[in-house]
């Protein structure tokens, strides 16, 4: 029920309103990527994640073509996902990633996340991904604007916005990310869509704060988790770190 701006509940309403000052609060979803554990102990590293407040797992797949880098694959994926049964978030940094979309179903992907620079036909990527039942997500390099993903929006359950160029750990924070963010966010709040916003890259305890403010919905961290003296209480400080925002 609405009441006119006449009606004296409004003002008792609008008072309350006022005095209260009611505020949505916003905290993130925590992703741990693997990319920088110890791989010489990885089931170890998966153990920890597991027991800990990480809400998913990211796994970074790069090709050596795409980015200038090689990581794993899904057999290695096959391997992880025997220690968890947490959300794998897989963020391919492949050139043809359809050819491979089926494999890292069947490896334990839940989430699949594409480049844009690297799908000539994004549509058909995305509606493969769904069809083989996992979360599409895709992912843009610092130098892509995020209009470029205004025609596939609606078809996403993430974006991933990546903060540094892809291929490697432990660089630092772009600072213009921060405003890609904040375009996004409107974007996705104007169409009210439930898309998620996932940045990716020299997220530290220091940053996280201004990037949650900005409008990221997980923050997926290598080093400033597996570097720490206590991954799992860093974790758990990412995940406290709170937004408010006034209604
Ligand atoms: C970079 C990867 C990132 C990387 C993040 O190409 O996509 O997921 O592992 O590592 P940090 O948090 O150390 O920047
Ligand atoms: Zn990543």
């Not at 309350?16 to 920088?36: D, E, G, H, N, Q």
């Not at 998966?46 to 407040?53: G, Q």
């Not at 809400?55 to 968890?84: A, C, Q």
Request: proline share 6%; net charge neutral; aromatic share 8%.
């Amino acid at each position: 029920m609405w009441l006119r701006v006449n009606d004296p509940r409004y003002t008792i309403v609008a008072g309350f309103l006022f005095i209260l000052r009611p505020k949505l609060f916003y905290m993130a979803i925590v992703a741990p990527s693997l990319l920088a554990s110890n791989f010489l102990r990885l089931e170890e590293e998966c153990k920890m994640l597991n027991d800990s407040e990480a809400d998913w797992f990211h796994l970074d797949v790069m090709d050596g073509r795409f980015v200038p880098n090689i990581s794993y694959g899904p057999m290695i994926i096959e391997f992880m996902r025997k220690t968890t049964k947490k959300p794998f978030d897989v963020h391919l940094m492949i050139l043809e990633p359809e050819k491979f979309a089926e494999e890292f179903k069947k490896a334990g992907a839940d989430h699949l996340i594409v480049h844009i620079e690297a799908c000539p036909n994004l549509h058909r990527n995305i509606q493969q991904i769904k069809s083989l039942g996992m979360k599409a997500g895709v992912a843009i390099n610092p130098h892509t604007p995020v209009s470029f993903l205004t025609d596939v929006l609606q078809e996403l359950d993430t974006v991933c916005l990546m903060s540094v160029n892809p291929g490697y750990g432990a660089q630092k924070f772009i600072p213009h990310s921060l405003s890609k963010i904040r375009e996004l966010r409107k974007l996705i709040d104007n169409w009210n869509l439930p898309v998620l916003i996932e940045v990716d890259g020299g997220v530290t305890v220091e940053n996280a704060k201004d990037i949650i403010a900005a409008g990221a919905d997980v923050l997926v961290a290598g080093n400033t988790v597996f570097q720490s003296k206590d991954p799992k209480a860093t974790i758990s400080q990412l995940r406290a770190i709170e937004v408010s925002k006034a209604l």
